[in-house]
């Protein structure tokens, strides 16, 4: 009995970890996927002609990588979150950093 219990207890918790695990995504685009975000909450401000365009450029991806979640102070949506979460990711993972 005590086996059995164990072999279901092993066999939902693989279950579980298949169901979690997620397809990879496509990568995020920052112009198609970032700006736009960007360009509805931080404009004019951030964008050319703005007063902090000079300072923090947001139409460059390495001005977002170089602040990171630093956005998320006017940023709330969680969807938007996830998607620059995705980009920083990924922008991380294929090594460029702040040097794009």
Do not use: W
């Not at 931080?42 to 990588?65: N, S």
């Not at 979640?69 to 979460?85: M, N, P």
């Not at 995705?86 to 702040?98: E, I, P, T, V």
Request: aromatic share 6%; glycine share 6%; with cysteine.
């Amino acid at each position: 009995m005590r086996r059995l219990i164990l072999a279901i207890a092993l066999l939902m918790t693989m279950a579980l970890a298949a169901s979690t695990t997620t397809a990879p995504t496509k990568p995020v685009d920052f112009a198609k996927d970032i700006q736009p975000i960007l360009e509805a909450k931080c404009q004019p401000c951030h964008f050319p002609g703005g007063t902090m365009y000079e300072k923090r450029p947001f139409d460059k991806p390495a001005t977002i990588v170089a602040l990171g979640e630093k956005l998320f102070t006017r940023i709330k949506d969680e969807k938007q979150r996830a998607v620059i979460r995705a980009f920083l990711a990924g922008q991380k993972r294929s090594g460029n950093g702040s040097s794009r």
